[in-house]
């Protein structure tokens, strides 16, 4: 089982990118997505989850009204749609799977599977 994370890059204050999480080896589509980010010398952070469908999703506070996570189950992809970027979303981003359909909490040990991260850098 793998989870493959790509779409980081380096984008100026303002601007979006959209990350792409796609699993391989099963299907996640009953299974809770999340995208969790580390800046240097801070701890990982979560930054959204989105259950299996029919189930909530759920955003940190400091990227609501900014950030979309999204599903589609067809292609086994999660997404995390980033706008109006500021230079503290600079990280590096991770998808996570947890083992249960609904988001099962804001911790890290919560999510079993974990993809290799992509780079987010915003300039100011």
């Known amino acids: 089982v793998q989870l493959q994370a790509s779409g980081g890059g380096l984008v100026q204050a303002g601007g979006s990118l959209r990350l792409s999480c796609a699993a391989s080896?099963?299907?996640?589509?009953?299974?809770?997505m999340a995208w969790f980010r580390q800046a240097p010398g801070k701890e990982r952070e979560y930054v959204a989850g989105?259950?299996?469908?029919?189930?909530?999703?759920d955003y940190t506070d400091s990227v609501k009204g900014r950030f979309t996570i999204s599903r589609d189950d067809a292609k086994n992809t999660v997404y995390l749609q980033m706008n109006s970027l500021k230079p503290e979303d600079t990280a590096v981003y991770y998808c996570?799977?947890?083992?249960?359909?609904?988001?099962?909490?804001?911790?890290?040990?919560?999510?079993?599977?974990w993809g290799q991260g992509t780079q987010v850098t915003v300039s100011s």
């Open positions: 996570a799977g947890a083992i249960v359909p609904e988001v099962p909490s804001r911790s890290a040990f919560e999510y079993e599977t």
């Open positions: 989105v259950g299996a469908i029919g189930y909530s999703i």
């Open positions: 080896g099963r299907t996640f589509s009953n299974n809770a």
